[in-house]
């Protein structure tokens, strides 16, 4: 098996490509070890010491190192771990735990605002190790969560201020603003 990997714009993230489908529907955000016991991949990623954020997305896997960390000595321990995954045939994800996604009874509004995010903004940072997930809507604020890459990546305010926030206020005159929540 054969794994690429790519920097991101987070010096603390690396992006590996597997070439094999990690998520069939949806992302998965592990910031911590902790809740991580549904995946059995980021069970073992989290095995590896240095490793301090797990993020699973369509066709990548974004890990955080701990600031103490060296990526020489964490990258072939990370990429073994991958490949033992992928190798033994356990599921990415357990079964009976959901990776929703959100907003059948969505006003308009907000509707258009998911569907810009969906098309134009986590495919955008999906490229770079990353998923920004959309928390609210209200009194003309967006409510983002990012994560993988984007969590504590130091470009990630301009991002959203220069990026996000005027794109969703060019298609979409009701908001005003975009926010990070954790």
């Given amino acids: 098996m054969f794994i690429q990997t ?23 955000n592990f910031p911590s070890a902790e809740g991580a016991e549904k995946s059995p991949l980021a069970v073992e990623l989290f095995a590896v010491s240095g490793v301090e954020g797990v993020f699973l ?13 060296q990526w020489d000595q964490l990258k072939p321990l990370i990429l073994g771990a991958i490949m033992d995954h992928f190798q033994s045939g356990r599921p990415v ?23 810009l995010i969906e098309t134009r903004v986590r495919p955008a940072v999906a490229q770079d190790g990353g998923d ?10 967006v409510y983002l969560h990012m994560q993988g890459a984007c969590a504590g990546c130091p470009s ?26 954790e």
């Avoid at 990630?156 to 990070?180: F, Q």
């Fill in 6 to 28: 790519e920097s991101t714009p987070n010096p603390a993230t690396l992006k590996f490509l597997p070439a094999v489908v990690v998520m069939e529907a949806g992302t998965a």
């Fill in 57 to 69: 997305g369509a066709d990548f896997i974004s890990v955080t190192k701990a600031p103490s960390a």
């Fill in 93 to 115: 994800i357990e079964a009976g735990h959901d990776v929703g996604s959100g907003g059948e009874n969505d006003s308009e509004v907000v509707a258009q605002i998911r569907e």
């Fill in 132 to 141: 920004i997930v959309f928390k609210g809507f209200e009194e003309g604020i």
């Fill in 156 to 181: 990630s305010t301009a991002t959203l201020k220069h990026g996000i926030e005027n794109m969703l206020r060019h298609y979409v005159p009701e908001v005003e603003e975009v926010r990070a929540v």
